[in-house]
Nanobody, 116 residues
């Protein structure tokens, strides 16, 4: 019954915005760090952003700094990635990752296409 479900993907024009969600079922999010990764066609998977479990400190890749915001709502068992000022090079499949001191889980991936 454990699930980690991503939503919010789709197609958007350059300069637009999208918000991705990652919701856990069957376990609580409180003690997991959350990371977002992406993989574009012909490219290796890269880390985009992360947020810690305790102090909620955040980290961002240089390519998205100032445009993307990672957050979490433990009461809703959900992590978010707000993406603003989207560029064609942001086109990729995006994956959420949850990691504790002993366990890790991956979402199913969601497609983001930034195109006119």
């Amino acid at each position: 019954q454990l699930q980690l479900v991503e939503s919010g993907g789709g197609t958007v024009q350059p300069g637009g915005s999208l918000r991705l969600s990652c919701t856990a079922s069957g376990f609580t999010l409180d003690y997991y760090a959350i990371g977002w990764f992406r993989q574009a066609p012909g490219k290796e998977r890269e880390a985009v952003a992360s947020i810690m479990s305790s102090d909620s400190s955040t980290h961002y890749a240089d390519s998205v700094k100032g445009r993307f915001t990672i957050s979490r709502d433990n009461a809703k068992n959900t992590g978010y990635l707000q993406m603003n000022s989207l560029k064609p090079e942001d086109t990729a499949v995006y994956y959420c990752n949850l990691r504790s001191s002993s366990q890790a889980y991956w979402g199913q991936g969601t497609q983001i296409i930034v195109s006119s």
